[in-house]
């Protein structure tokens, strides 16, 4: 009896800590999202402001500034306040992003408009893993920060699969008009469900002991792996608190150039492949190569697909 307790109890912790990490990984998905919705409203936007070629590119590279300030911020943000509550945060930009993006009048609004979710997808980059990583068990700590890369991939298939679905409600003409529009508005109904689930789920463990409040600290990690596991964890995140001041000119030392150079240059060479081209001009390329409206929007879905399927590929590689 004592046995089948303690497996139901072990079951119920891993059941727990999947559900909150679920939930932060959902942060992927509306990165994924966010940044894909443009490959299927770009051309309509294009005709609708009547754009040139470079400002049709600002129009669908605008949010990438906004990515790089979010990421800049995102480490700041998360110590003062929180990884829970900076990623409900980001929640709300998502969803205020969306809305402007669908309502702008000039290119201008339109770019700001990108801008906002551009830093919500910069800072959730960052929050989401962190927030998965500080609280999930050891043993299990690298498949569930996974499920954040997993979680943008499903976001990008699911928003070419959207696109798909809206371009069809109506002619050139009224995608042209209001069709875009309804793509940037449809992610703010995952916006604000992805803010109340993150309101719901307990704060990292690890911000909560260096803010000071251990007892909470270890009430989640006891709830999470059991009073032993949470022993543990509270002992190491100790020991990484007491460690963890430094100065930047370390990272320049021998021991960390090396990674650093290397870990910066594989970041640099992922982006020259050329993918977000594909990603965000994916139906326009497959109708210059002269597919129809509807069979380019459904040949994008299959870029998703393969995508998402080579996704499982490499989780399964990559230990």
Not at 20 to 43: E, P, R
Not at 277 to 284: D, G, H, K, Q, V
């Amino acid at each position: 009896m004592g046995m089948a307790s303690d497996r139901q109890a072990s079951e119920l912790n891993l059941a727990y800590v999947l559900l909150i990490s679920l939930v932060a990984a959902f942060g992927g998905f509306l990165f994924g999202y966010d940044t894909a919705v443009v490959s299927g409203a770009i051309g309509f936007l294009s005709k609708h402001f009547n754009l040139t070629a470079e400002l049709t590119g600002w129009a669908a590279s605008s949010m990438l500034i906004g990515c790089m300030a979010g990421a800049m911020i995102a480490g700041p943000l998360g110590d003062r306040f929180g990884r829970k509550w900076s990623l409900v945060l980001c929640a709300a930009l998502f969803a205020g992003s969306s809305i402007a993006s669908a309502l702008p009048q000039t290119l201008g609004l339109f770019a700001w408009s990108r801008f906002a979710g551009g830093i919500a997808i910069g800072a959730a980059s960052m929050l989401s893993p962190l927030y998965i990583a500080e609280i999930a068990p050891e043993k299990i700590r690298g498949t569930l920060v996974a499920l954040y890369q997993l979680a943008i991939v499903v976001g990008i298939l699911v928003v070419f699969f959207v696109n798909l679905q809206i371009q069809r409600l109506g002619d050139e003409a009224w995608n042209t008009d209001t069709g875009w529009r309804w793509m940037f508005a449809s992610l703010a109904l995952p916006s604000v469900l992805f803010g109340l689930c993150m309101a719901a789920v307990p704060e990292s463990p690890r911000w909560l002991m260096k803010m000071g409040r251990r007892e909470k600290a270890r009430s989640i990690l006891c709830r999470v792996g059991g009073a032993g596991a949470a022993d543990r964890e509270v002992r190491q995140i100790d020991e990484a608190l007491q460690l963890e001041e430094g100065r930047w000119s370390e990272l320049f030392t021998s021991g960390y150039l090396r990674a650093l150079v290397t870990g910066t240059l594989l970041a640099v060479f992922s982006q020259f492949s050329g993918i977000n081209a594909i990603m965000y001009y994916a139906p326009e390329i497959f109708r210059a190569a002269g597919s129809g409206r509807d069979l380019a929007f459904t040949q994008t879905v299959t870029v998703g697909v393969v995508n998402l399927a080579f996704t499982f590929v490499a989780i399964a590689l990559v230990d």
